[in-house]
């Protein structure tokens, strides 16, 4: 009895601090997706900063203005001018030339002058205008330009007055239709005329290509002749001087 109780005793000092493990569970198996290895990632090049445009303080340099082709001017009885810009009447051809303030701040815009940067643009301007006026060979141009203009407002208005002699008010005639084809073709014929004219227009204002006041003035002249008013001239081919004969 007393061996049972010494062993008893000697059993529990033993095992009283003693300590068991505790039961070590093992984690879940990994999914094949976790299982599968991730692929490195790729070697990502180094991001290069934007390059800013620096600005060039370098101006390409200024090519001078050629001189625009000449549009091709069609005349009919329907479309004959019946009024001038600027102040060209049509009636007198010496007022061709003429620049008053009004034209000379259109030329000045045309021309794009920058009259900050320019303060003597008003006495550059006016001389590069009577460069043009000066021109011996330009200004017969825009004489034979004029004439050919009066030539033509001559046909229209010869045909108004055949066809007041001739046209019923209430229904087109025959005879009607022969006046129309009789100055269809004169119109015709004079059109390939100012063809031939206005070809040379192009090779005359290259002297006025170097100056862009002078180019837009010349532009200006043309433009004035091709819009002058029929109506301001009574043109008989052979003699003006006939002009107000019936």
């Not at 050629?66 to 479309?79: C, E, G, L, R």
């Not at 009259?115 to 008003?122: D, E, F, G, I, Q």
């Not at 004029?146 to 046209?167: I, N, P, Q, S």
């Not at 204002?205 to 008013?229: C, D, E, G």
Request: aromatic content about 8%; glycine content about 2%.
């Amino acid at each position: 009895m007393y061996s049972k109780l010494f062993l008893a005793a000697l059993f529990s000092a033993v095992f009283a601090g003693v300590t068991f493990p505790k039961a070590q569970t093992q984690p879940p198996a990994p999914t094949p997706q976790e299982a599968a290895p991730k692929p490195a990632p790729a070697d990502t090049p180094p991001s290069t900063p934007a390059q800013t445009p620096v600005a060039s303080d370098t101006k390409p340099p200024a090519v001078p203005e050629k001189p625009a082709t000449p549009k091709k001017k069609v005349y009919t009885n329907d479309n004959l001018p019946k009024g001038a810009p600027g102040d060209f009447s049509g009636m007198d051809f010496s007022e061709i030339n003429n620049c008053d303030r009004n034209c000379f701040e259109q030329v000045r815009q045309l021309a794009h002058i920058n009259t900050s940067a320019n303060p003597n643009w008003k006495r550059d301007q006016l001389r590069a205008l009577d460069t043009v006026r000066t021109d011996a060979q330009w200004q017969q141009y825009l004489r034979d330009l004029f004439d050919m203009h009066l030539r033509f407002c001559a046909v229209g208005a010869e045909k108004r007055d055949e066809l007041a002699k001739v046209a019923d008010p209430n229904n087109v005639t025959p005879r009607e239709l022969a006046v129309d084809d009789k100055y269809d073709a004169k119109f015709k014929q004079a059109q390939a005329s100012l063809e031939v004219l206005t070809s040379r227009q192009r090779g005359l204002q290259q002297t006025f290509a170097i100056n862009p006041s002078s180019l837009q003035f010349s532009q200006l002249q043309v433009s004035r002749i091709q819009n002058a008013p029929c109506s301001a001239q009574r043109y008989v081919a052979g003699n003006p001087a006939d002009a107000d004969d019936p």
